[in-house]
């Protein structure tokens, strides 16, 4: 059974920077796509990026582009989100999940979510 563990988020200020670290363990790393998503309050689960499975590619939401980037160790069994120049409307819980596909940025192409980790911006 895989299980995910998400850690990193905190309070912040608009503009400011954090670093979200997502643990896989029970499941062969290597296999997966890794994707944050994340969930507003009040708001449905959005995908935010996702990363191939040895890092080769990524790919982002628009409203992430340019200030948020992906990467991964997988020798760590690790992904991570280096979230830049944050704004308030980045304010959610993170989630990262697992895909066996790439090309798919549906929610529910990700499974095997972890507890979230939540992020506050303040203006």
């Known amino acids: 059974q895989v299980q995910l563990t998400e850690s990193g988020g905190k309070l912040v200020q608009a503009g400011g920077s954090l670093r979200l670290s997502c643990v896989v363990s029970?499941?062969?790393?290597?296999?997966?796509?890794m994707g944050w998503l994340r969930q507003a309050p009040g708001k449905e689960r959005e995908f935010a990026a996702a990363?191939?499975?040895?890092?080769?590619?990524?790919h982002y939401a628009e409203s992430v582009k340019g200030r948020f980037t992906i990467s991964r160790d997988n020798a760590k069994n690790t992904v991570y989100l280096q979230m830049d120049s944050l704004k308030p409307e980045d304010t959610a819980v993170y989630y990262c999940?697992?895909?066996?596909?790439?090309?798919?940025?549906?929610?529910?192409?990700?499974?095997?979510w972890g507890q979230g980790t939540q992020v506050t911006v303040s203006s």
């Open positions: 999940g697992t895909s066996l596909r790439w090309g798919i940025w549906s929610v529910s192409e990700f499974s095997s």
């Open positions: 990363i191939y499975w040895n890092g080769d590619y990524t």
């Open positions: 029970g499941g062969i790393f290597e296999h997966y796509t």
